[in-house]
Structures are given as C-alpha cells and as structure tokens.
C-alpha cells in the first residue's frame, strides 16, 4: 500500500505570495490532518478533514486554511506569506471513524522557505 | 487543551547502551499515545504506541510505558544502534486527527 505522499516537496516563495501545498492520503484513510513543523516551535496542530469537513483546528490564523475532496486528498493554502511561516508542512492520515486512539501515517512534508 | 512536555531534548549514549526518553501531559482525556521517530529529511515514523488501558507495550528492542496517575509516559531502547540516531517525538491524543506533540529529542548513538 502506498504511504502518504505530498507534493511539492521544496518550496521557495516570497512574502505576500499565496501557496497551496497538496497531500494524497494512504487508500482507503479518510482523516487527513496538517501540521507545521519548525525548529523552535516543534510540530503544531493545523487542521484535521474528514469527509471533506474541517473537524478540528488549531491555533493558526485565518491566513490558514485547507480543503478537502470526495477522493480524500488534501490542500492547505496559506496565504500572505510571512518569514515566519518558513517550516515544514506535513500531512498524516488515519482510517478515523471519530474515536480516539488512531493512528496517524505521516507523509514526508513540504519545506516551504519564505524570502 | 492538552500539553505535552519531553525531557531531554538531546541524549547522546554509547552503542549497546540503554535510551530513555519521557514526557508528561495535562489532560487527563488523552488515551493514546504514540512515539514517533523522524529522520532527516524525512515525515515522522510510528515506532509504536501505547493505549491508555495497557501500562506497556514492548516491540523487540523498543518498550513504552505509561503512568495514567502521574501523567506521563516512556520510551525505552535498549541495546541501542547507529541507525537509531534520530529525533524522537512523543504525542497525546483524545480524539482522532488531533495530536499534541513533545518538542522532540535528538538521540545520537556513539559507535
């Protein structure tokens, strides 16, 4: 079975630009979930879709945002770019019926630098 | 919302040698608990994980334990290898697709 693939895999852009950032799940998982990870920050909470509605979301602005289609893949857009947003995206997926306890796969993420 | 705290951020030991790595958490909801290992320039990679009802799991060289009263959970490597140099990340959940991460610890194993 493949694992969860993202695309692009590097991103260079500068500030005040939009990107979208797209993720395919593992077959048949319908939760896809986002994350930043920085160095100073770690890994953070972006948001979760399941069945094509956002479940959960973190703490980001509304600069953040994302999408999810009947396929079960994925796209995150940020947009106004701004230095700080510089991190690793990463999108994981889990089967999720809702309960607790599901595992999440990770994809390999997308390095955006923001000039 | 939940925390999660990982102790220490690096640890360096000799190759045969034991790892442990802990982390706490605030919310006493969080009933799953997994370990992940990421490698550079890789996504994180489920190790194992640990469900609130079992206080240990073991997979071959790798262990956790969990302490629901005191909040906080382990991972153990034992007989430690150079490929086990990565960064290892704990998370707390309570709900599918919503996970809390420790801020990571950087193994490094002496050959």
């Known amino acids: 079975k493949a694992g969860v693939t993202q695309t692009p895999r590097y991103l260079i852009k500068t500030r005040g630009q939009q990107v979208t950032l797209s993720c395919s799940p593992i077959s048949g998982h319908r939760s896809v979930s986002w994350y930043q990870q920085t160095p100073g920050q770690g890994l953070q909470f972006l948001f979760e879709y399941f069945s094509e509605t956002q479940r959960n979301k973190g703490n980001f602005p509304g600069r953040f945002s994302g999408r999810q289609f009947s396929n079960s893949r994925s796209e995150m857009n940020v947009s106004t770019l701004e230095l700080g947003d510089s991190a690793l995206y990463l999108c994981a997926s889990s089967f999720s019926a809702g309960g607790p306890g599901e595992t999440q796969y990770f994809g390999p993420g997308t390095r955006l630098l923001v000039l | 919302g939940e925390n999660v705290e990982q102790h220490p951020s690096t640890l360096s030991v000799q190759e045969g040698d034991s790892a442990v790595i802990k982390c706490t958490y605030s919310d006493s909801a969080s009933n799953y608990f997994p370990w992940y290992k990421q490698e550079l320039g890789k996504g994180p990679q489920l190790i194992i994980d640990i469900r609130s009802n079992v206080g240990e799991k073991k997979d071959q060289r790798i262990a956790v334990t969990l302490n629901k009263t005191a909040k906080h959970f382990s991972l153990h490597i034992t007989e430690t290898q150079p490929e086990d140099s990565a960064v290892y990340f704990c998370?707390?959940?309570?709900?599918?697709?919503?996970?809390?991460f420790g801020t990571g610890t950087s193994l490094t194993v002496i050959p």
């Open positions: 998370a707390a959940s309570f709900r599918g697709g919503q996970f809390y």
